[in-house]
């Protein structure tokens, strides 16, 4: 439970520090002055002041934020303000440079997703083959009787004798051999197996009872095969990865919003930071490699959801330029500030909701 909760803060604070230093670090070349680093929602626990910048722990573990000057223009009719100055603060840059600051904290985490993936690539993932191999074959089994051994391909089945050659089921899904052998119990079956590059032929007969576990046949198949990819190859193929994922967590969002709006039930994959601490568990027990897998798809996650078009995010506040754009004048600043206020009590209170469906789904077994 320690390690699961050291883990779960860690990565939640490497995802945050990664996103708001895209923010921060833009804000810098541009020129813009950053007034606050805060890692969490306020109130703060504690602050420091360095050039100028303060950077604060807050409160609420939840999320992380850089207060820019002059996110609001209310230092426009602040003392002291001069046009002259006004090259620091955030409402004064171009629409370009403003949209190049707020979409920074997603492309970092965009780029954070990409490059794990792409180490992850490197030192080796499983993939589809197309075919169906032998990983274990259990003691006293069917397939041992017959001299079936780890590694061996089964490239077909089929009854046994074969009188019609159009029944033969060539296999490339281990679903495929198993459902196969469940509408033979107690028949002969053929397997083609290419051992060494040989061909061989067995013949065998699923058992009608076997032990719990075991399967008719007696083996563990896979058609999950180690592929390492060169350096120069994995990073377009992460790119790519990510970016079905993206796809696949906008249409996600989109039906959890939905039927938030239309009070249906919340699907069971639909998770909030318990939920999410739960599943930091599990990744836990199967190792580094699991972390760093489950580490990338929370980075794509957060940058999918904070370039939605939601008030308090940065796709909320990239709305607010693209408006402006649109209108060819700047939207009223308290109308902007409020809106974004009442964006975040709503998020705030979306939380709260996927949280108690945690605690629901949790102690239920779920």
């Known amino acids: ?131 169906v191999h032998v990983e274990k074959v259990l003691q006293g089994s069917p397939a041992e009787s017959v001299g079936l051994l780890p590694g061996d391909i089964i490239r077909s ?16 899904k281990p679903g495929e051999l198993i459902e196969y052998t469940k509408n033979h119990l107690g028949q002969n079956i053929s397997l083609t197996v290419v051992r060494n590059k040989e061909t061989m032929t067995f013949i065998l007969t699923p058992r009608k009872d076997y032990p719990k576990g075991e399967g008719p046949m007696g083996v563990a198949i896979s058609d999950l095969v180690l592929h390492k990819y060169p350096l120069a190859q994995a990073p377009f193929v992460a790119t790519k990865i990510n970016i079905q994922r993206g796809i696949e967590m906008f249409t996600g969002v989109a039906t959890m919003i939905w039927r938030l709006l239309t009070f249906a039930p919340l699907q069971a994959d639909v998770a909030g930071p318990i939920g999410i601490a739960q599943v930091t568990g599990q990744a836990v027990k199967f190792g580094f490699k699991a972390v760093l897998e489950f580490m990338s798809i929370l980075s794509l996650n957060l940058a999918v959801l904070n370039i939605l078009p939601i008030p308090a995010l940065d796709g909320g506040r990239l709305a607010f330029v693209f408006f402006e754009k649109i209108l060819g004048k700047k939207i009223r600043p308290a109308f902007e500030q409020r809106t974004h206020q009442v964006g975040m009590i709503v998020l705030l209170f979306l939380v709260l909701l996927i949280s108690l469906h945690d605690i629901v789904r949790i102690a239920g077994g779920g």
């Open 1 to 131: 439970m320690l390690l699961t909760a050291l883990v779960f803060f860690l990565i939640l604070s490497i995802l945050v520090l990664i996103h708001e230093l895209g923010h921060f670090l833009t804000a810098r070349i541009i020129g813009v002055k950053v007034e606050e680093f805060g890692f969490g929602l306020p109130p703060r626990i504690i602050g420091k002041k360095i050039h100028n910048t303060i950077y604060s722990l807050n409160w609420l573990p939840i999320g992380g934020f850089v207060k820019l000057a002059g996110e609001d223009e209310d230092e426009k009719s602040g003392s002291g303000f001069t046009q002259k100055n006004a090259k620091h603060l955030f409402w004064a840059r171009s629409k370009k440079e403003r949209s190049a600051i707020l979409v920074a904290g997603v492309a970092m985490n965009f780029l954070l997703a990409v490059g794990i993936t792409t180490y992850l690539l490197t030192t080796g993932v499983m993939e589809p083959s197309g075919s």
């Open 157 to 172: 089945v089929a009854e046994y004798p074969l009188l019609d050659e159009t029944k033969e089921k060539v296999l490339s």
